[in-house]
């Protein structure tokens, strides 16, 4: 029993029961920023009745950080551990058939995580502009509209956005079949509709994500 616990097999198990969840949260998240296209009180109001939530929006977000901190773990551990069984590498790689994508997951993994820290440090924390904490509409909520214009606004932050959401796009793209795999849900017969499936998502995040910054960036929402 033990030793199937430290296997890779579990890892790679437990990496994607922690990953659903995780990309749940990703779609629904991207779908509440999208409520910024339905003007000002929308999107206010979404933000209000979360922050509504009290303690269970914390408890949210504590379960998301767990589930975040296991999932990178053995990420980590399981590259450590594919690197240290094949020391050498092949002359002719035999990742020719594996997407750009499954072989950079470690990368692209690593930079989301500076990203994602950016992200909570500028708009959750509100201490790289420390201004959004001072922004209120008429009705006494957080102007997350507003601060949003304010964010976007500026070239720098939104190209960090983009190339934030572009490689979470890409760790999608490659999570959402894995992990289908790893549960053993992979077979012959829907494997063409999940190997389908997985781009879509991720072409879905990373535009879904992408669009808001641009649009405020080229002034579509001001």
């Not at 956005?161 to 077979?187: E, T």
Request: glycine residues 8%.
């Amino acid at each position: 029993m033990s030793s199937y616990i430290t296997s890779s097999v579990a890892k790679k198990y437990i990496m994607a029961l922690t990953g659903i969840p995780l990309m749940l949260f990703i779609f629904g998240h991207m779908l509440g920023n999208l409520q910024i296209f339905l003007g000002a009180d929308a999107i206010n109001n979404y933000a209000a009745t979360l922050q509504g939530l009290g303690g269970f929006l914390w408890a949210i977000r504590i379960t998301l950080f767990v589930l975040f901190i296991t999932h990178a773990i053995l990420s980590s551990i399981l590259y450590v551990e594919n690197k240290l069984a094949r020391p050498v590498s092949y002359h002719k790689p035999a990742t020719v058939v594996a997407t750009l994508t499954s072989r950079t997951m470690i990368i692209t993994g690593l930079i989301i995580v500076c990203f994602l820290v950016f992200h909570i440090f500028h708009y959750t924390v509100q201490s790289i502009d420390p201004s959004f904490k001072h922004l209120f509409d008429t009705q006494g909520r957080h102007d997350v509209y507003t601060m949003l214009i304010k964010g976007f606004s500026n070239s720098s932050i939104t190209s960090i956005y983009l190339l934030g959401v572009v490689l979470l796009g890409a760790h999608v793209h490659h999570a959402a079949a894995s992990a289908l795999q790893s549960l053993g849900l992979m077979n012959h017969k829907y494997a063409k509709y999940i190997n389908f499936a997985g781009p879509l998502l991720g072409v879905i995040v990373a535009v879904g994500y992408a669009v808001v910054p641009l649009c405020v960036l080229f002034k579509v929402i001001k």
